[in-house]
């Protein structure tokens, strides 16, 4: 894994930055606004990378919309990873997916070896207060996306 270096010209992603509230009642909120760009996304095929660091609340649908979104990764043969959860979230993995944080798709990026990484690359995180939704292409930025309260509204430029 390479990270905030050149990106593999074979890299595609869906970045998700949440923001620090993910339980349920935000998490359908959340959801709901971005329903039409999930639905778009759904058939993209691409690695799905959670930069989780930020979230402060989680419960256990933020769990079931973490495996959804695995599942997406696996059925497009693409990798998902869940980069530097917080304690909140990572005790609800600990819970409903059993095991190390290799096989639970962690990955710390200030102490793991990048080789332990499931994706190839990362983008430099980019915190966010509302949450948001890049899309790589080919090795490229193609497309950023952040919620509010009217839905998703996509950005202007590329995050790095």
Known sequence: MQQNSNCP?????????????????ALDDL????????????QFPAHRVIFARQIEKADSSTIATLIDLARRATEHNC???????????????????PGDDR??????????????CPVPWLPAFQPTTCGSIDIWKN???????????????KAGADPS
């Open 79 to 97: 990798k998902f990873v869940i980069c530097d959860p917080p304690a909140v979230l990572d005790n609800y993995l600990d819970i409903y997916l």
């Open 31 to 42: 959801l709901n606004n971005a329903e039409e760009l999930m639905a778009e996304l759904s």
């Open 103 to 116: 096989s639970q798709c962690i990955f710390y990026t200030d102490r793991d070896a990048a080789i332990d």
């Open 9 to 25: 010209s074979d890299f595609s992603a869906v970045i998700v930055t949440p923001p620090p509230d993910v339980s349920s009642s």
């Open 139 to 153: 090795g490229h930025w193609h497309a950023s996306y952040v919620w509010t309260h009217e839905g998703m509204r």
